[in-house]
């Protein structure tokens, strides 16, 4: 399944008319092709249609493989889209504050290791566009209770603050969320556009 890009990005907005993320992704639509195209990320297979602006400094209609399954590696700090078992794209992603370990607890600052599911979608995200991960899953919930404590819980995948706390280059550089897993703001969009609720997400070591 492809869907087109300029179809994709005025759904995107016309979901959240009011909220900072229309101004951002309308940015988007206007940069050079770099914005939703090439960031320098692994692309494995066939690429994605070129993106290019029209005269108008629009970018044109192309269309973007839908995922079947995210992979993150922890210890790589990368996120994959796949599609029958090839990587569409790879990302660079940051995790929470301790990232070594599943997480166990609300408050650990662990982001969480095993299967999941991408649930939810918020464009009025405190963060630049949210996916919700559905952790926890039984097991986790399961574990918790033996262990007399609160799971957590609201794991997502999004971009940057929408109110920055730190200078820019700290986000690309540092762990710094809850235990949510994070991207870019531009590499956020693509895995908005590319996945749907209910595809699968492994978080591995």
């Not at 108008?56 to 700090?77: N, T």
């Not at 929470?96 to 991408?118: H, I, N, Q, S």
């Not at 940057?160 to 870019?184: E, F, M, V």
Request: include cysteine.
């Amino acid at each position: 399944m492809t869907i087109p890009l300029w179809y994709a990005v005025a759904t995107l907005a016309w979901a959240d008319p009011a909220a900072s993320t229309l101004g951002e992704t309308a940015a988007l639509t206007r940069s050079a092709p770099s914005a939703l195209g090439n960031h320098g990320n692994a692309v494995v297979g066939a690429p994605l249609s070129s993106v290019t602006p029209s005269a108008s400094g629009l970018i044109v209609p192309v269309a973007m493989p839908i995922a079947d399954e995210v992979i993150v590696h922890k210890a790589e700090r990368r996120l994959e889209l796949m599609k029958d078992g090839r990587v569409l794209r790879s990302y660079r992603v940051r995790l929470g504050l301790v990232p070594e370990g599943p997480k166990e607890r609300a408050g650990d600052f662990r982001t969480p290791e095993g299967r999941y599911y991408l649930v939810r979608r918020n464009p009025r995200s405190d963060y630049f566009l949210s996916i919700q991960v559905s952790y926890p899953n039984p097991e986790d919930v399961e574990r918790a209770r033996r262990e007399h404590v609160d799971p957590g819980g609201s794991i997502m995948i999004h971009g940057r603050p929408n109110t920055l706390s730190h200078q820019p280059g700290y986000y690309a550089k540092s762990d710094w969320t809850d235990g949510c897993i994070a991207l870019s703001d531009s590499d956020m969009v693509e895995v908005w556009l590319m996945t749907r609720d209910n595809t699968p997400i492994d978080i591995l070591p």
